[in-house]
């Protein structure tokens, strides 16, 4: 029973990047789910969730236009497609749903 996140890396000011976190040993189709995100020496903080029953997508104020949510139930798997990246951006990406948390993905922001 995990998440596994995966798809953060190294990409310049402007760029993009797109997370996946998929689940094994249950599904991602009853709870909503949610990406938080920790900047070196700061708290973690809430980035994006969305719906399970409607998928209604709720965003920080901070990525609001430059980050999409989405869920893929058939695959089992939710994504953060993140365009015009800041250095600001930059910080460790967990995936959570229910009670779960995945280990996290490093994003990079840097030229």
């Known amino acids: 029973v995990q998440l596994q996140a995966c798809g953060g890396g190294l990409v310049q000011p402007g760029g993009s990047l797109r997370l996946s976190c998929a689940a094994s040993g249950f599904t991602l189709d009853y709870y909503a789910i949610g990406w938080f995100r920790q900047a070196p020496g700061k708290e973690r903080e809430w980035v994006s969730c969305i719906s399970s029953s409607d998928g209604s997508t709720y965003y920080a104020d901070s990525v609001k236009g430059r980050f999409t949510i989405s869920r893929d139930d058939a695959r089992n798997t939710a994504y953060l497609q993140m365009d015009s990246l800041k250095p600001e951006d930059t910080g460790v990406y967990y995936c959570?749903?229910?009670?779960?948390w995945g280990q996290g993905t490093l994003v990079t922001v840097s030229s």
């Open positions: 959570s749903y229910y009670k779960y």
